[in-house]
């Protein structure tokens, strides 16, 4: 679907490699494992993250995402011979609590709120998660509710967290303009029907695999924000 500013209503952003860098986790894990491992671990602990919530989506099963999030990290940590005591893993997710947060991301959203814009979040984060985000991240006077995957136990890209979205903003679904960094988030939110912006936050290609889509490129939300004329 092509970017059409006219039809925008509502904005929702994803919430992890959007709003905020999963790979901060890297200093903390630098605590725990060798030096050497580090960047190994931190790379397939967020790739299994995604991997479990995909084939959770298609086996039926589902837990929250914090509880993937370990389950991800014991992986990641035990394959590549970094042993993790449970509290130290413990204490390597509580980062996720206070991830880093991209330095366009309040300046960029006030623009579009300030453009008459209502802005949520839409996120595989469990509320817990989702509540310290926003508020470690200084944007919770800019969101209007952040809506998790929990509510309907289904994480994207599975369509029906994007119908719930659009449900719960009370917006067309093709009146809503999706706005994310990883890009299985972007062809979800196009295939349920709402416009989406491809936050290319890493500066890599597009996943060729998937033709036309994204609707509309932005490496900020500045750049969002003059899409939207405001």
């Keep these: 679907m092509s970017f059409d500013p006219d039809r925008v209503e509502t904005v929702t952003v994803d919430s992890y490699g959007t709003l905020v860098d999963p790979y901060a986790t890297v200093a903390k894990l630098g605590e725990y494992v060798d030096a050497s491992l580090v960047e190994r671990v931190a790379v397939e602990w967020r790739a299994r993250s995604i991997l479990y919530t995909m084939v959770g989506n298609s086996v039926g099963f589902y837990q929250p995402f914090y509880e993937m999030n370990r389950d991800a990290l014991a992986y990641a940590a035990a394959a590549n011979g970094a042993d993790l005591t449970a509290e130290e893993v413990d204490d390597v997710l509580s980062v996720y609590h206070e991830l880093d947060v991209f330095p366009d991301v309040r300046e960029g959203l006030e623009r579009i709120v300030d453009g008459g814009y209502d802005v949520y979040v839409v996120s595989n984060g469990n509320p817990e998660m989702l509540d310290s985000m926003v508020d470690h991240a200084d944007v919770d006077d800019l969101i209007s509710d952040t809506i998790s995957a929990d509510e309907v136990e289904r994480f994207k890209p599975d369509p029906e967290i994007y119908r719930h979205a659009a449900a719960r903003t009370g917006t067309p679904i093709d009146r809503i303009c999706h706005v994310a960094g990883p890009?299985?988030?972007?062809?979800?939110?196009?295939?349920?029907?709402?416009?989406?912006?491809?936050?290319?936050?890493?500066g890599g290609p597009w996943e060729s695999f998937a033709g036309d889509c994204p609707g509309l490129e932005a490496e900020t939300f500045h750049d969002v924000a003059d899409a939207l004329g405001v």
């Design 183 to 202: 890009s299985f988030d972007v062809l979800g939110c196009t295939n349920a029907g709402m416009q989406s912006v491809w936050l290319d936050r890493e």
